[in-house]
């Protein structure tokens, strides 16, 4: 199906682009969020009159979202959720989350703009897109640990989980008498009083 594009669309063209595209990408996307109308004679007509303010709205809408970023720049969040010894969350933090804690910091930002290629499933710092307008996008830094302190650390840098695992091989050591007899109770035991 054959599309005029009324804003920029990624990997597809810019505003006034006619393309050619699955009918039902045009019928479930493109028209329903009004970024493109069929080409046929009757809309070419209405797109050439109306192109320069269809231009000018465009451009509207990137500069706020411009200055939007601009306050975006640089954020980060922590979010504290519940995971297990290897890093995995019970659950999995979605864009609706991130969105819900944005909004919380006093950043309105919409879960559509969250671009997450799939739910964040392990504690870690990562990195997350968001884009603002079809020209305007920015990443943000989430922070997901187990708790406050971790979350302080991994924002210092440090692998929370390799560090745990460090200490789990170090782990408890016995003193060990290899001239012992099974059973028989170390010398600086044996002098303690029993209680009974």
């Known amino acids: 199906m054959d ?25 479930n996307f493109l028209l329903p969020r009004k970024k493109a109308l069929r080409a046929n004679a ?14 000018v709205d465009n451009a509207n809408r990137r500069t706020a979202a411009v200055a939007e970023a601009e306050g975006l720049k640089g954020t980060s969040i922590v979010l504290i959720r519940q995971a297990s010894n290897t890093g995995q969350l019970y659950g999995s933090v979605s864009a609706r989350d991130l969105a819900e804690a944005l909004e919380a910091d006093g950043t309105k930002v919409l879960k559509s703009q969250i671009v997450l290629s799939r739910p964040i499933k392990a504690i870690g710092v990562h990195d ?27 924002s210092q840098g440090v692998d929370v989980m390799a560090s745990m695992f460090e200490r789990d091989e170090a782990g408890f050591t016995e003193d060990y008498d290899p001239n012992a ?6 010398a600086d035991m044996a002098d303690e009083p029993t209680e009974g």
């Open 3 to 27: 599309v005029i594009l009324l804003e920029r669309v990624e990997k597809l063209g810019q505003i006034g682009d006619i393309v050619t595209v699955k009918t039902g990408f045009a019928r």
């Open 42 to 55: 009757a809309n070419k007509k209405i797109f050439e009159a109306n192109r320069a303010q269809i231009e």
């Open 128 to 154: 997350v897109k968001i884009v603002l307008h079809a020209e305007v996008t920015l990443t943000i830094t989430v922070n997901v640990a187990r708790s406050p302190e971790e979350a302080e650390l991994q």
């Open 181 to 186: 007899e099974p059973g028989e109770l170390p």
